[in-house]
Nanobody
Framework: QVQLVESGGGSVQDGGSLRLSCAVSGDTQCIAAMAWHRQVPGQERELVAA???????YIEAFAKGRFTISTDNVKHVVYLQMNNLKPDYTATYYC????????????WGQGTLVTVSS
């Protein structure tokens, strides 16, 4: 089993920055990749960024140039640095882990709310 705990959400002004953290514990050997997703109320969850092997990263088009995903493999923490935030980035952000056995996003955190005001 894997446990994911997000932190770092909050309220910022238009143009502000936040860094989200996801603390990973449990059987980390069964994780193939990590990612951040987000969900706006009334909409489906969508991928924001992913990282594999601590180096290979993927950033969705809407986040390129603003967001960076990284890991601290010693502390077992995944970060999402978000810069130049805009009000339409307001959402609950979730940390997810891809299971190595079946390559499904089987592990979820509880989410952390990011609110960007104009």
């Amino acid at each position: 089993q894997v446990q994911l705990v997000e932190s770092g959400g909050g309220s910022v002004q238009d143009g502000g920055s936040l860094r989200l953290s996801c603390a990973v514990s449990g059987d980390t050997q069964c994780i193939a990749a990590m990612a951040w997703h987000r969900q706006v109320p009334g909409q489906e969850r969508e991928l924001v960024a992913a990282i594999r092997g601590g180096r290979t990263t993927y950033i969705e088009a809407f986040a390129k140039g603003r967001f960076t995903i990284s890991t601290d493999n010693v502390k077992h923490v995944v970060y999402l640095q978000m810069n130049n935030l805009k009000p339409d980035y307001t959402a609950t952000y979730y940390c997810r882990a891809l299971g190595a056995s079946d390559y499904s996003w089987r592990y979820w955190g509880q989410g952390t709310l990011v609110t960007v005001s104009s």
